[in-house]
């Protein structure tokens, strides 16, 4: 299939595509859809262009382009926005916002397709996220939690950790692709007949569910906590951050009043202990590593001071 064409396919799915993948959940869509800007409908050109996005997904995640993960991403990301509102203040979003892309810079991977987008959560839960595409979340609360910037770069480096190493779309299960493949084997789906049109919809949802279950529910397997922390102290360290810092917000997280919510990040998330062990080993392996300026603090404490 021609990249043009599937660009059109994307977007149909991208631009609002939680209405082909989350059909079964229409309050759920409408507020995703709202929140991003975009709404569509399904005609018998989307229903078979369905089918053809759906090779994309061939027999490993790893095929998935920069701009298929973009698409997904995005759909995750209206899910996820249908579950959180939007922080509205400005100022705050814009500078979470400098801070995420430098971090990103610093990166194993500083450029992807759309660029990466970092959005304030208006909820006092202490949580952070990241969608495949660079879709990073992070809440009110969190940044409340925060002490200085470096402790903020800390958590962004983490988030873009997973989306560097496509954490999101290794959270699909394999089970969910083979049963893509199936479907697009045979016959009456090359047709786009209307039961397996129906069953590749479902998958797909289930497909996008896992991502989005994992990002809210269940949580990134421990390993990949694992490399996203290693991620963040590499990332931080080049960007001239302490690492330090993300074991100073390990630490405020092991003693904050939340710990034992069992909700947001302390949900998703290994204990604050456990990981505080293992980050503080990598710091300690570093050659040199930079300290946390005050510069750098008083302007997070201007920007943090309005948080409401």
Not at 94 to 104: L, P
Not at 214 to 237: P, S
Not at 247 to 262: P, T, Y
């Amino acid at each position: 299939m021609r990249r043009e064409k599937m660009g059109k396919f994307l977007a149909i799915i991208g631009l609002g595509g939680v209405v082909l993948f989350f059909l079964t959940s229409c309050a759920s869509v409408e507020k995703g859809i709202s929140v991003l800007g975009q709404k569509t409908k399904i005609s018998s050109e989307d229903a078979k262009s369905l089918v053809q996005v759906a090779q994309a997904f061939r027999s490993s995640f790893a095929d998935i382009t920069e701009e298929e993960e973009y698409y997904i991403g995005r759909s995750v990301a209206a899910n996820v926005l249908s579950q959180y509102k939007v922080y509205k203040k400005t100022p705050i979003t814009k500078y979470v916002n400098q801070i995420g892309q430098g971090v990103v810079l610093y990166s194993d991977r500083p450029e992807i397709y759309a660029g990466y987008h970092f959005l304030v959560l208006d909820s006092d839960e202490i949580n952070a996220l990241a969608a495949p595409g660079g879709f990073v979340f992070i809440t009110k609360g969190l940044l409340r939690l925060c002490r200085n910037e470096d402790m903020l770069a800390a958590v962004l480096a983490h988030e873009v950790g997973h989306v560097a190493a496509k954490h999101g779309l290794r959270s699909i299960k394999k089970s969910r692709l083979v049963e893509a493949f199936r479907l697009l084997a045979s016959e009456t789906a090359q047709r786009s007949g209307s039961a397996n049109l129906a069953k590749l919809v479902s998958t797909y949802e289930n497909i996008l569910g896992d991502i989005t279950a994992t990002l809210i529910e269940r949580g990134y397997d421990r390993k990949f906590e694992t490399e996203a922390d290693a991620l963040a102290v590499k990332f931080m360290t080049r960007a001239g951050y302490s690492p330090h810092a993300l074991s100073d917000f390990l630490a405020a997280l092991a003693s904050s009043s939340q710990a034992s919510s069992g909700k947001g990040w302390f949900k998703t998330h290994p204990s604050p202990e456990k990981r505080l062990a293992k980050v503080s080993a990598t710091i300690k392996a570093l050659p040199q590593v930079p300290a946390v300026a005050k510069v750098r603090t008083q302007r997070f404490r201007q920007y943090s001071s309005r948080l409401k």
